[in-house]
């Protein structure tokens, strides 16, 4: 367990900690001699079970309040320190709304300089407090007289935190690793070494992690944890690291750096969460105000954006985005608090609910309401949630990263009725009543079109994306179709996506002409003869033989590969293996490489890859041409070859 202290300045917060702990936390020459704590301290202290007690010890002037927020964002159990002689104080006020603010709710309280007054005002001093604390979640927390000169109470303290100590930390021991590093220092003979609270996972000697957001590649080469050597560091603990890298570098680690598992390395300048003001503030908290963000041991600059008006009244709580001037690899969950633009008053706090918020739309009724389904500290309630408030479904590998769940946490959430897309990167979650719904909206979208566009066969999978299913992404409208016609919710002919009762028919004399035309797109299939060469080959008009392989080409007999020259659907399909072929032996397929395999000319050869391009099997990088991701892991069939 952690201890942290809290209080104003001089109210025996250190003492305190020596008189516990034997260990005089002040370590810098300008705090013995000032007298007075300028910097985090820390201290352990052996428990009966043979754990360790650790310490953070925080300043308590009113000018090193970010610091104190450092020092406290790791810790499970606050000690509340209160002199005597002054009772509560404005920093005993302000570090109490801290701890508030940062979700502490287990701790004591310690009366110091019990000594120097009459037993008359401390009984007042402990009404004082129990007024303070009364609508605070430390209500309940007992207090202890102490002296830490003659050392009155300070068993029955350390007694209390003995017993207090094995209840779990609030750190999670699932998840990635992640430590917020609150100091940096070199020693000899070691090197680099940070300390910090392990807030989830685990960690190992020999792991290589992440120093974030910088994303430097380090490598931990021994652990210290609660101030004993070993092997292995985990949630709630203490922890130094001994770190080694190729490119690290005492100078590029600060206060409010972290050390994570690389799998989660996501520093973002924009977090979405709720944040509460204090009900002590004298004004209401306006949209755009800039503050301090402390998020971990980190202090940003940044700005607060409402997402439900325009002001946030004194006590209330309400969604916001923090729009920050750098990066900061927070995860939902994490708890911050914001200061005033001077650093001068504590504003409110909060806790992070989304790392990938959007930049625009971020006030509409429906990001708000994906953001209270986020909210919800269950993981499958939440997912369940978000997913029944997407109608493009929910990036799953995010919702992963989000709250820093390791894939064995995430798989069991995926069982059941949940729909998961994959491929180009992409693993999109849909409920399963709404995956049915969509594929039905496609089927009327499609009857519609039939309606209004008799004549033709259907339109292409993308048309039909833009207009039955616009809001989902290619690759999800593909499992989509790909799902509707394995049930024969949809035909295909050719490239076109029809109903399955749909049907265009050439009428008798158009058959006719097309059993004349068809042999001379085949005699040279990949090379076959343009319109008017076709029309004076059989003495046609050649608007007639024109608008023949419109019609021919909507019913997917044959493909426009370029202005007035048609190539017959088994042509397509054999240049679609080569091209397939060529793409696979070479990597990236060049037009002069593709027209040696076809045995044509040049000019046909790009017009060839220019179609392919625009029906999408290939996309241009440069002077080369590629495949498309999504047609390495699952090929098309919407021609043969395709």
Known sequence: MIVGTAGHIDHGKTSLVKALTGVDTDRLKEEKTRGITLDLGYAYSPLPNNDILGFVDVPGHDKLVRTMVAGATGIDFVLLVVAADDGPMPQTREHLAILELLGLSRGAVALTKVDMVSPERVGEAEAEIQRLLATTALADAPVFPVSAITGQGIPA?????????????????????????????????????????????EVRVGDRLLLSPAGTEVRVRSIHAQ???????RAGQRCALNLAGPHLERSDIIRGDWIIDPRIHAPTRRLDGELRLLATEARAFRHWTPVHFHLGASDIPGRIALLEGETLEPGGAMLVQAVLDQPVPGLAGDRFVIRDQSATRTLGGGRVIDIFPPTRYRRTPGRRAVLRALANP??????????????????????????????????????????????????????????????????DRLARFHEEEPDSPGPDRERLRRIAAPHLSPAAFFALAEELLQQAGLAKSGPWLHLPQHKVTLNPNESALWERIAPLLDKHPFEPPRVRDIARALALEEGRVRLLLKRVAAMGDAFRVAHDHYFSQGAVGDLARILRTTAEEEGDVRAAAFRDRIGTGRKLAIQILEFFDRIGLIRRVGDAHRLRQSHRQEPRTDAPGL
């Open 227 to 233: 101030n004993r050597p070993a092997e292995t560091g």
């Open 157 to 201: 303290l350390r007694a209390h935190l003995d017993v207090a100590a094995p209840v779990p930390t609030r750190g999670r021991s699932g998840g990635h690793f992640r430590l917020a590093v609150d100091r940096c220092f070199t020693l000899a003979g070691t090197g680099t070494v940070v300390t910090g609270t392990v807030h989830a996972g």
């Open 378 to 443: 269950i993981p499958a309630q939440a997912l369940a949630g978000v997913l029944a408030q997407s109608p493009a479904g929910a990036d799953l590998h995010r919702f992963g990263l989000n709250r820093n769940l390791r894939e064995d946490e995430l798989a069991p959430l995926l069982a059941g009725s949940l729909r998961v897309v994959g491929g180009g990167g992409e693993h999109i979650g849909f409920a399963g009543e709404r995956w049915e719904a969509m594929k039905q909206t496609v089927r």
